[in-house]
Every structure is written in structure tokens, then in C-alpha cells.
């Protein structure tokens, strides 16, 4: 119970962070980055579209909580759980539904039009 306590508070201390800097500093935008495979070293603010021609399979980015670990989505249709990104002209990023993710920094969030939505603690 303490171990999930502290991980709650070091989450909460890092989408803190997270926000204020994108109030001082402008809105973080996620752009899409079309790629035949995940490249081995990933930058911030992207999200890579991992397929060939007008086939995307996975969509990949880093956390933005701040834990730098990568997520990997699965887009193909017949299987799931699956997401759905949409990209606009200028390369911006939304993902459906939200990541939550169960294990690590177990952050749950939104991206819409490139920027991080955090989900409150249940």
C-alpha cells in the first residue's frame, strides 16, 4: 500500500510538472512521424507510425509523464485491443480511446490535437 502511495505521488509530481511547463513554455504538440520501422532511439513529442505504404500497424511514442518508456499501440483493425490516430494536415496527432497504462508510471491520458489530457486518479 505504501509502494502504490508513493508511485501515485511521483506520478502526480511528474503530470504537475508536465502541465506547468506546457503553461509556461506553450502547449506540447504530438506530430506523427511515418516510419517503415520504430527507430531504435525515439525523440519526445513524436508519435511513430510504424507500417508501409497506406498500411499504419502501430503507433509508438514515448511516455509524457516523463518516465521515457515506449508505447506501442496497436492501429490494425482485427485485432485487439486496438486505437485509432488520426493526423492533420500539419502532422498533429490524436489518439482514441485513451492509454492507461497498468504497470510502470501507470499513467492514463488522452492525446488530442497533439496535446496531453491527464485523467484524474480513480
Same mark, same amino acid.
Given at each position: $500500500?505504501? !509502494?502504490?502511495?508513493?508511485?501515485?505521488?511521483?506520478?502526480?509530481?511528474?503530470?504537475?510538472?508536465?502541465?506547468?511547463?506546457? /503553461?509556461?513554455?506553450?502547449?506540447?504538440?504530438?506530430?506523427?512521424?511515418?516510419?517503415?520501422?520504430?527507430?531504435?532511439? @525515439?525523440? $519526445?513529442? /513524436?508519435?511513430?507510425? !510504424?507500417? !508501409?505504404?497506406?498500411?499504419?500497424?502501430?503507433?509508438?511514442?514515448?511516455?509524457?509523464?516523463?518516465?521515457?518508456?515506449?508505447?506501442?499501440?496497436?492501429?490494425?483493425?482485427?485485432?485487439?485491443?486496438?486505437?485509432?490516430? @488520426? !493526423?492533420?494536415?500539419?502532422?498533429? $496527432?490524436?489518439?482514441?480511446?485513451?492509454?492507461?497504462?497498468?504497470?510502470?508510471?501507470?499513467?492514463?491520458?488522452?492525446?488530442?490535437?497533439?496535446?496531453?489530457?491527464?485523467?484524474?486518479?480513480?
Amino acid at each position: $500500500a505504501a !509502494e502504490h502511495a508513493g508511485a501515485q505521488r511521483m506520478r502526480l509530481l511528474r503530470q504537475t510538472w508536465s502541465r506547468f511547463w506546457d /503553461w509556461c513554455w506553450g502547449r506540447v504538440r504530438y506530430r506523427t512521424k511515418r516510419v517503415k520501422e520504430v527507430p531504435e532511439k @525515439t525523440k $519526445a513529442n /513524436w508519435v511513430y507510425l !510504424e507500417g !508501409e505504404g497506406g498500411d499504419v500497424w502501430i503507433a509508438a511514442f514515448l511516455c509524457p509523464c516523463g518516465c521515457e518508456e515506449l508505447i506501442e499501440l496497436n492501429l490494425q483493425p482485427q485485432q485487439r485491443p486496438r486505437w485509432h490516430c @488520426t !493526423e492533420r494536415e500539419d502532422g498533429i $496527432a490524436t489518439l482514441a480511446p485513451s492509454i492507461w497504462r497498468h504497470v510502470g508510471c501507470r499513467s492514463h491520458f488522452f492525446i488530442r490535437n497533439g496535446g496531453v489530457i491527464w485523467c484524474r486518479p480513480s
